[in-house]
């Protein structure tokens, strides 16, 4: 069964640091994505980030990073030089290719202090 | 502009009542989905449907029911058998057909049953 572990309930960083937010999976589909997904405290969700399973480089997006280590199946972002606006509920998610469900993990506070 | 809307923002009903939850979309995605939201918690998956007149059990589908009559309607019905009403519900949609299609989510509706 598809299973996604985020293990860090709530993190505090300095702002301008950089910060990661640790994601695991299982699957044993071989063909799968994982995204990231922040949530501030207004609900919305918003898409940061997406790697695929056969992406042979980590995923980009301007200050966001994937660090997708696919043996340890791990897929960890990073984000660089966090700013105050990065405070909010991040969530790993990952879907595979056999049924288009797409399961989440309970998401990580990330609290950027000033 | 394309995108989700969900109606209405803030729901309140008695316990016992029956409730519909609506989710919209026009961007001509195959696939919508319904999570609940609890207060610091994950999203955990309701229902999902690839397809018109189709639909799937997630995680904790035991007290709601959806219909998939049209490809840009999903409801999202919550029965008096649901035991903890109360939460956030999201509904989201996306390309099928690849892992690598993030979803879209609508701005969610806050459900409290007292």
């Known amino acids: 069964a598809q299973k996604i572990t985020q293990t860090q309930p709530g993190m505090f960083v300095q702002e301008k640091e950089a910060v990661t937010l640790d994601c695991t999976y299982d699957t044993s589909d071989p063909s799968y994505g994982l995204f990231w997904y922040k949530q501030p405290s207004s609900g919305e969700m918003i898409f940061l980030i997406y790697q695929g399973s056969y992406d042979q480089q980590n995923a980009t997006e301007g200050r966001y990073s994937l660090n997708f280590q696919k043996a340890r199946k791990s897929a960890n972002l990073v984000i660089s030089a966090s700013q105050l606006g990065d405070s909010a509920m991040y969530f790993c998610a990952m879907r595979d290719f056999r049924d288009d469900k797409i399961i989440f993990g309970k998401g990580t506070r990330l609290h950027i202090l000033p | 502009d394309g995108g989700i809307t969900q109606s209405p923002k803030y729901l309140f009903r008695k316990e016992g009542q029956n409730v519909t939850l609506s989710c919209e979309q026009n961007l001509n995605h195959d696939a919508m989905y319904w999570y609940r939201q609890d207060p610091g918690q994950g999203l955990r998956l309701i229902y999902y449907s690839q397809i018109v007149n189709d639909f799937q059990k997630g995680d904790i589908a035991e007290g709601y029911s959806v219909s998939r009559e049209k490809k840009e309607s999903f409801p999202l019905t919550v029965t008096s058998a649901q035991k903890n009403p109360t939460a956030f519900y999201l509904c989201?949609?996306?390309?099928?057909?690849?892992?690598?299609?993030?979803?879209?989510f609508g701005p969610g509706t806050r459900l409290t049953v007292t």
């Open positions: 989201a949609s996306s390309i099928v057909g690849s892992p690598q299609y993030e979803q879209y």
